[in-house]
């Protein structure tokens, strides 16, 4: 297994007589099996909720999606079940994938009581999966459908940040509309994950398999991006570095000797990372100049090999005395969906603080900015919020939640097709 990173510059021309320029650098890292490799053994924890509130067809849904993806499972795969309503317990401890007839047993026998604690949940299903982790790729899809009224929200997020540590992911499932988007998805983002919306309880059998097919795809683990930058180049102050794809989220980065170190987690055949960083460049002497060299650090669970690196790979620029611009646009497009994610971010932010019409200019923005990319769903879903907002209503919690998933990727209209 290797790792493939395809550096690109928003323009790699620049002019030599500016003082200073910037440059968004968009680097797209995906594993690239080797000949007819096999997927890696899957050490999967499901931590679902079974409190009151999933009464009736929701639970029955979550238990069927449960024991399908299960039944998916090889013999090489581990397998654990946490479910938590106030409290939390094992219901399948961590183990190979042998006796489905138990754990389908097991699944079934959960019924519809009490509130929610998610830390709760999270505590033990991190606990399990540390127990198969060994030459695994370890995931935790966490199912809720409510706020954390019994639990600590904080604690949450300490636990996410501690499951980074231990290599495990925890994507996020919310169901229904009453969770809090907020928790969920910086858990999701802080362990490395997806943060899915599952609005309808018809909605979880292709959510669940979506997930799957995605943990399916991953090859390496515990990647972190090396980012040298030459003397005349510098990050930029404020957030300078997001990924874009297959999620939108906002990285931060470590100084490590003389590079930003920069986690990204799992990386996927077929399914690449964009990280982008924007940069700032002082004034350069004409020719092909280095302005950076980028390296992937990274764990191979096939070969229980740990700290891996690829080779360190130059990111240059043309620096012209007569400059002619040469955009890139698949780096045109990374901007983008980034801007289609911050523009939501504040229309969100404005209407907390009362201002409609700023949230509504702001809603329109980022429609325009989708349409764009191409995203017509995701245009639809924005322009429809602000148009509402537009016209004196109110946005229900189904729209809040759908306006801002849209805002964050554009993987999850795709599903809601399915």
């Known amino acids: 297994m290797k790792v493939s990173i395809q550096p690109a510059l928003s323009d790699s021309h ?48 979550v238990k069927e999606a449960a024991i399908r993806l299960i039944e998916r499972l090889s013999h090489r795969d581990r397998l654990s079940v946490v479910a938590f309503d106030h409290r939390a317990k094992v219901i399948v401890p961590n183990q190979t ?53 019994h639990g600590d929200n904080q604690r949450c997020l300490k636990l996410a940040q501690l499951a980074s540590e231990y290599n495990i992911t925890i994507n996020t499932l919310g169901f229904g509309t009453h969770w809090n988007q907020d928790v969920l998805e910086k858990i999701a983002d802080y362990a490395g994950g997806t943060l ?41 102050e ?29 990386l996927m055949t077929g399914d690449s990372r964009v990280v982008l960083v924007n940069l700032y460049l002082s004034q350069l002497p004409t020719g092909t100049q280095t302005i950076a060299k980028v390296q992937v650090r990274y764990d191979d669970p096939a070969t229980s090999q740990e700290g891996l690196l690829t080779e360190k790979l130059p990111v240059q620029v043309e620096v012209q005395s007569v400059y002619q611009p040469q955009p890139d646009p698949q780096v045109q497009k990374a901007i983008l969906m980034l801007a289609k994610y911050r523009q939501t971010q504040i229309a969100e932010t404005k209407l907390k603080q009362g201002d409609r019409d700023g949230a509504v200019t702001m809603l329109q923005t980022a429609a325009k900015t989708a349409l764009q990319l191409g995203d017509q769903g995701a245009a639809t879903v924005l322009q429809t919020s ?17 306006t801002r998933i849209v805002a964050k990727t554009i993987l999850q209209e795709k599903t809601t097709q399915a």
């Open 14 to 61: 620049l002019d030599a007589n500016q003082a200073r320029s910037q440059r968004q650098l968009s680097l797209s890292i995906a594993a690239i099996a080797e000949d007819r490799e096999q997927s890696l053994p899957l050490n999967l924890c499901l931590v679902l909720d079974h409190s009151g509130s999933l009464t009736g067809r929701p639970l029955e849904t």
């Open 97 to 149: 994938v042998t006796e489905l007839s138990k754990v389908r047993h097991q699944i079934q026998q959960l019924e519809p009581a009490g509130g929610t604690a998610i830390d709760e949940g999270m505590k033990l299903g991190i606990i399990e999966a540390t127990k198969g982790k060994n030459n695994t790729v370890s995931q935790i899809l966490l199912l809720t459908d409510g706020e954390n009224e």
């Open 196 to 236: 899915s919306y599952i609005e309808t309880p018809d909605k979880v059998l292709s959510e669940f398999s979506r997930l799957f097919n995605r943990l399916q795809s991953v090859a390496l683990t515990n990647a972190r991006l090396l980012l040298e930058l030459a003397s005349q180049v510098r990050l930029a």
């Open 238 to 266: 404020l957030k300078p570095i997001a990924q874009v794809a297959p999620d939108t989220v906002e990285l931060t980065s470590q100084i490590e000797g003389n590079c930003h170190l920069i986690r990204l987690g799992d």
């Open 386 to 402: 602000a148009t509402r907002l537009q016209s004196g209503q109110d946005l229900s919690e189904a729209e809040r939640k759908k």
